[in-house]
Nanobody, 127 residues
Framework: QVQLVESGGGSVQAGASLKLSCEMI????????RFWFRRAPGKEREAVAV?????????ADSVKGRFTISKDTAVNKKIMYLQMNDLNPEDTGIYYC???????????????????WGQGTQVVVSS
């Protein structure tokens, strides 16, 4: 059993930055690709960033150049981050971290059924 706990959301003005964190609790050795998703009001959930086991990354076009996904897998410290810069109102939504069992090559943004999700953290960007 793996538990994911997000933090770092909040309400900011356009142009500001936020850094989301996702603590992964439990044995994550069977899991490969790690994602950040978001669900904007009235829209479908979308994957915005993914990081693979070798730290390769892929981003959605809407966040490329502004968001950075990273992870810290040092001993006893399993945390994933999403640094979000130059936020705009279209970035408003609930952000979820997720990990998929195994990996898929080439690395890509995708939905999946076999993995774990966090409960989400709210991000609100006002103009």
């Amino acid at each position: 059993q793996v538990q994911l706990v997000e933090s770092g959301g909040g309400s900011v003005q356009a142009g500001a930055s936020l850094k989301l964190s996702c603590e992964m609790i439990g044995d994550t050795r069977a899991f490969g690709d790690r994602f950040w998703f978001r669900r904007a009001p009235g829209k479908e959930r979308e994957a915005v960033a993914v990081i693979g086991p070798e730290d390769h990354t892929v981003y959605a076009d809407s966040v490329k150049g502004r968001f950075t996904i990273s992870k810290d897998t040092a001993v006893n410290k399993k945390i994933m981050y999403l640094q979000m810069n130059d936020l705009n109102p279209e970035d408003t939504g609930i952000y979820y971290c997720a990990i998929a069992r195994g990996r898929q090559l080439p690395l890509r943004l995708r939905e999946f059924n076999n993995g774990y999700w966090g409960q989400g953290t709210q991000v609100v960007v006002s103009s």
